[in-house]
């Protein structure tokens, strides 16, 4: 079975620009959530979606928007962007809050 | 606020040998649960294990098994018979509802 898929891999922006970063869940997942990793550091939750809610919000910027598509995939926009938004950007998907999270292969955002 | 503190930011092990791996955290929650992540240098995150509070017993899969001590606050992984496809940086996850409390992550070397 396909697993979660994140588009694009790599992306390069100059500073202020704006980014689009795509999810695909897994077939019948109804939960999306979103993670910014920087270099060497944990992951941070940024937000989450079940059934095209927002179900939970964490430290993600007012620069930053994500929604949940009646598909069931998600877009983060992230715009007036910041090196120190350079990092590596995962979409996990789940049946549910408490179950097993799957994450994609991230987007690696370099802004220059 | 829940925390997950792993005091191990690198350990070593020889192949086909055991190693476990410490994770601590706090909560005031009786209702969660609890996961472990590897991440290899390709920095795909890979569900390695996922444990519910409620239950008292200990999550397995495969090589890979846990302590839980929920009185304790503890939720160590053993990895039996090491490979070295296991060499990854392993995060504990600390999960309530939807968003995860993640550890700093231990960095497991593989000795051949």
């Known amino acids: 079975a396909a697993g979660v898929i994140q588009s694009p891999r790599h992306l390069i922006k100059e500073k202020r620009e704006t980014a689009t970063l795509k999810c695909y869940p897994i077939s019948r997942h109804d939960t999306v959530y979103w993670y910014q990793q920087g270099p060497g550091q944990d992951p941070q939750f940024l937000i989450s979606f079940y059934e095209k809610m927002q179900s939970d919000k964490g430290s993600i910027p007012d620069r930053f928007s994500a929604q949940q598509f009646s598909d069931y995939h998600s877009e983060l926009n992230m715009s007036s962007l910041e090196l120190g938004d350079s990092a590596l950007y995962f979409c996990?998907?789940?049946?549910?809050?408490?179950?097993?999270?799957?994450f994609g292969s991230g987007t690696q955002l370099s802004v220059l | 606020a829940q925390t997950v503190t792993q005091s191990q930011p690198e350990m070593s092990v020889q192949e086909a040998e055991t190693v476990t791996l410490s994770c601590t955290y706090d909560t005031s929650e009786s209702d969660y649960y609890l996961f472990w992540y590897k991440q290899p240098p390709s920095r795909q995150m890979i569900l390695v294990i996922r444990q519910e509070a409620y239950k008292q017993q200990n999550a397995t899969e495969n090589r890979f098994s846990v302590n839980f001590q929920k009185a304790a606050k503890s939720f160590s992984l053993k990895i039996s018979d090491s490979q070295l496809g296991d060499a990854a940086m392993y995060f504990c996850a600390y999960g309530s509802n939807y968003q995860l409390i993640w550890g700093a992550g231990t960095k497991l070397i593989i000795k051949p």
């Open positions: 996990a998907s789940s049946t549910g809050s408490r179950e097993k999270l799957f």
